[in-house]
T-cell receptor
């Protein structure tokens, strides 16, 4: 069974702090994604990666960056956290670039920026 | 523009049947996914439709009409554990990415 693990379930950070959200998958998936989930909105794609050291911007990349140094690990970085980045962050992976490949999600990190 | 619409919330009774609708307007189409998400947990994959018609998987079925931009998820013999949010997502064929609806929160009452 595919496991996507996010390092923290809950985080509280102060405005201006640099924040790292870590995600690891154990099934050798090429594709990895970072989404944020807010009430009343669909999942919004922040960044994604199809390979090691490769990254592409999603729909809302502003204020975020990512790192993929190893195939199994995809990190989301908030360079200077702001209160409007308070949200649930979901990491996901999928095995290949097939149209019918479902995403496998981690349990999420609920980030609060004060 | 790209848009996916689902009802915000639905209520149904244990043992009954419920249909959750999803309508979409997207620039491209390469399949529609349904996911289930229990409160505080990860979304989990339920179904994928790319051709018109009904796909049945146990108590859950998913229907697609591409000409109408419409899908539904049908849940039969409802159980309390089916209380969750149900997310509809369309694969855009122009950039491969998923476009997500806001989700439907399903409440099951005894």
């Amino acid at each position: 069974d595919v496991k996507v693990t996010q390092s923290s379930r809950y985080l509280v950070k102060r405005t201006g702090e640099k924040v790292f959200l870590e995600c690891v998958q154990d099934m050798d998936h090429e594709n990895m994604f970072w989404y944020r989930q807010d009430p009343g909105l669909g999942l919004r794609l922040i960044y994604f990666s199809y390979d090691v050291k490769m990254k592409e911007k999603g729909d809302i990349p502003e204020g975020y960056s990512v790192s993929r140094e190893k195939k199994e690990r995809f990190s989301l970085i908030l360079e200077s956290a702001s209160t409007n980045q308070t949200s649930m962050y979901l990491c996901a992976s999928s095995p290949l670039r097939g149209y019918n490949s479902p995403l496998h999600f981690g349990n999420g990190t609920r980030l609060t920026v004060t | 523009g790209q848009n996916i619409d689902q009802p915000t919330e639905m209520t149904a009774t244990e043992g009954a049947i419920v249909q959750i609708n999803c309508t979409y307007q997207t620039s491209g189409f390469n399949g529609l996914f349904w996911y289930q998400q229990h409160a505080g947990e990860a979304p989990t994959f339920l179904s994928y439709n790319v051709l018109d018609g009904l796909e049945e998987k146990g108590r859950f079925s998913s229907f697609l009409s591409r000409s109408k931009g419409y899908s539904y998820l049908l849940l039969k013999e409802l159980q309390m554990k089916d209380s969750a949010s149900y997310l509809c997502a369309v694969r855009d064929d122009s950039n491969y990415q998923l476009i997500w609806g806001a989700g439907t929160k399903l409440i099951i009452k005894p």
